[in-house]
């Protein structure tokens, strides 16, 4: 019923504005998150299973599919995102200090092509106010990871210190730290995933015990400087890698006018290219995957699994399918599994290499 109604809404939305349409859902999922109706729906979107559960990075989770960062930016939603049957929640990305991010219009729908662009730059209301949201908010009941980025107005020079600050804000609040060093939307952000530079902001954080700590890369690097980040990794002893942000490329096939917005893509456009990242990264390092890109049902986030990715995160398919995206995933997944005989989510990860 719920999927059939956000089926009649999603018209009413997609009339909105993206950034506009998402802010309504913000303020709806706020209004009934810490209710009795969040509850609810907990009770009818959880897929509690075992098979379903994952150990990654010293944490436990529910099930391997969360909200990747960019969705609930200031950690307002942990909460009634776990009711909604996600598994874990990325907050963020959060800056050292506030800011109010790029001009607007700075999102938009490629409906054509179940695709978005975005340009946010990274808005939110700084590591302070996240940090402290996080510590007085009831337990979400899920993980809770905290993705951090360098701030707009930080030299490229000063950002360990930067990253720090951040981390120190939310150490005792976040299940795992995601280092952000490819937004595309972010003056300078992706000049930090040069080797250099990757080594004094994670030589920084770890320096400053952030643990579990995990580096976010680029789509759009090319294979030699993926294989550099991931030397970082192992150098450092990092305890994972998220594989993909979103990319500057235009696929030759996407078919909406709204494709020549400067901005990082991500939707189904950008799925295979995310699953075969996902699977270059895990055929070279032992840490924990968490594959994110273009995931909007439960056949792609199986795809991810089995191309190595312990952990799926997804974004935009929420947009495009709703509420119940969640809870239809992890079904799917139980479906799958008893299909190709493997007895939980973990068996299945890498079966593919």
Do not use: W
């Amino acid at each position: 019923m719920i999927r059939s109604a956000y089926r009649v809404l999603r018209p009413a939305l997609f009339s909105l504005p993206a950034e506009t349409a998402h802010g309504a859902i913000h303020r709806g999922l706020q209004t009934v998150q810490h209710t009795p109706i969040e509850e609810l729906l907990r009770d009818r979107f959880v897929v509690d299973d075992d098979r379903l559960a994952v150990d990654a990075f010293g944490r436990s989770f529910g099930n391997p599919i969360g909200v990747a960062a960019g969705f609930d930016k200031n950690a307002e939603l942990p909460s009634i995102l776990g009711a909604l049957g996600f598994g874990h929640v990325e907050v963020g990305g959060v800056t050292a200090h506030a800011q109010p991010g790029n001009p607007r219009p700075r999102m938009f729908r490629l409906v054509e092509d179940r695709a978005i662009v975005n340009r946010m730059g990274l808005n939110n209301e700084g590591a302070d106010a996240v940090g402290e949201r996080l510590r007085t908010s009831p337990d979400p009941g899920i993980p809770v990871g905290v993705n951090v980025a360098l701030s707009e107005a930080t030299d490229a020079a000063d950002a360990p210190e930067d990253y720090r600050y951040t981390y120190e804000r939310v150490a005792d609040v976040a299940d795992y730290l995601a280092v952000n060093v490819s937004c595309p939307n972010s003056e300078g952000m992706r000049d930090l995933q040069n080797r250099d530079a990757l080594e004094a902001i994670l030589g920084e954080l770890v320096d400053a015990g952030a643990e579990p700590l995990l580096v976010k890369l680029s789509p759009d690097l090319p294979d030699p400087a993926i294989e550099d980040a991931l030397a970082v990794v192992d150098d450092f002893d990092l305890d994972g890698v998220i594989a993909t942000n979103t990319t500057t490329d235009r696929p030759s096939e996407l078919e909406s006018p709204k494709r020549v917005e400067k901005g990082g893509l991500s939707g189904k456009p950008i799925e295979d290219g995310a699953t075969e990242m996902v699977r270059f990264v895990a055929e070279r390092t032992d840490v924990p995957v968490v594959g994110v890109g273009g995931v909007s049902d439960a056949a792609g986030a199986y795809a991810k699994i089995r191309a190595g990715a312990s952990l799926v995160q997804l974004y935009t398919g929420l947009v495009y399918e709703g509420p119940t995206l969640a809870r239809d995933i992890n079904e799917g997944l139980l479906e799958l599994l008893e299909a190709d005989g493997f007895e939980d989510v973990e068996e299945a990860v890498g079966a593919d290499l």
